[in-house]
């Protein structure tokens, strides 16, 4: 493959054309930057770990069914994508309170949200990228009712893959940004997944192990970026198994009824019932993965679960 004319170049990649139609190689730079452009500096080693990260997310993505624009890494700071036509939104997923939602909400940072909230951006440096409604899209002509939910249930889909991939690595994922755009007709998951686009922290030290640490002056943003690339790389052996346990339908949830009481006197009054359950990861060693099921049903059956009150789901993955 040869790289040709350079396409495109923003403020932490560059993308060039190639001899293979269709195929473009992004290479990620060192650069970094902040607060739409206004501080900028170098983190040396950023690109390469962007770069491989990115690879292996995407990787990881299109195995678990979501097609992105990934064809492979090229290169330690390069890697080869399809040609996306990209829609001018860029999606944001957040699972807490951290940032600018944290001021807007009025919410202390780190509050964790009751459910994964999606936002939408103008992907627009000269305005700053603001926060859209689904109006403004419809009045900027930006995409279509159907194509924001599709792109809507992708991002959810991702948040669901990656919020237990993160957690099996020691790192809780509070959100991302996320952007897509169409080939063929179809919509695809582009741009990069790396510490410059989500927010990571260690979920034993509660430590930043993203682009905050660059932002904030923190130190150690080298460092940390090739620690995320670390652990992300790091191959995990054996059977993942999650478990989802919630209150039977009609058993009393002593949990559920206090906080149902706690959001009616927040001035929640449109929430009936709430049911309060609780999620479990296991990694299996030396067991085949059509036995791991039965296997799992009776440590939920003697130990994890109360099967008189409670129901349980299980999900293997190999």
């Not at 269709?22 to 983190?43: C, L, N, P, Y």
Request: hydrophobic share 40%; aromatic share 8%; net charge negative.
């Amino acid at each position: 493959m040869e790289k040709k004319e350079l396409i495109y170049e923003g403020k932490a990649k560059k993308v060039f054309a190639t001899d293979e139609p269709g195929k473009v190689i992004h290479e990620f730079k060192d650069d970094a930057t902040a607060f739409d452009g206004r501080k900028r500096g170098t983190v040396a080693g950023k690109g390469r770990a962007n770069a491989q990260m990115s690879d292996i997310i995407f990787r990881y993505l299109d195995k678990k069914g979501v097609h992105t624009h990934h064809i492979k890494l090229l290169s330690e700071t390069e890697i080869v994508t399809w040609w996306l036509e990209m829609f001018k939104v860029e999606i944001t997923v957040r699972n807490y309170a951290a940032g600018s939602l944290a001021k807007r909400l009025g919410y202390a940072e780190r509050t964790q949200m009751r459910s994964p909230l999606v936002e939408f951006y103008y992907k627009s440096d000269e305005l700053g990228d603001p926060m859209l409604s689904r109006e403004h899209i419809h009045e900027l002509g930006l995409a279509t009712d159907e194509e924001l939910d599709e792109i809507k249930a992708i991002a959810l889909k991702v948040n669901d893959i990656l919020v237990p991939y993160f957690a099996a690595r020691g790192l809780t994922l509070a959100d991302f940004k996320l952007e897509f755009g169409l080939r063929e007709g179809r919509i695809h998951l582009g741009d990069e997944f790396s510490p410059d686009v989500c927010r990571l922290w260690d979920a034993e030290t509660g430590e930043i192990m993203d682009k905050d640490r660059f932002r904030q002056d923190l130190g150690r943003v080298e460092e940390t970026y090739a620690e995320v690339l670390r652990r992300v790389k790091e191959e995990e052996t054996g059977l993942r198994v999650s478990i989802y346990v919630s209150p039977k339908k009609g058993v009393l949830d002593p949990a559920g009824q206090a906080a149902l009481g706690a959001l009616k006197s927040l001035g929640f009054g449109e929430v009936s019932d709430v049911q309060i359950g609780k999620y479990i990861t296991l990694r299996l060693e030396g067991v085949e993965a059509d036995k791991a099921g039965e296997r799992v049903e009776e440590m939920c059956e003697r130990l994890l679960a109360n099967p008189i009150i409670e129901d349980y789901r299980i999900d293997v993955e190999d």
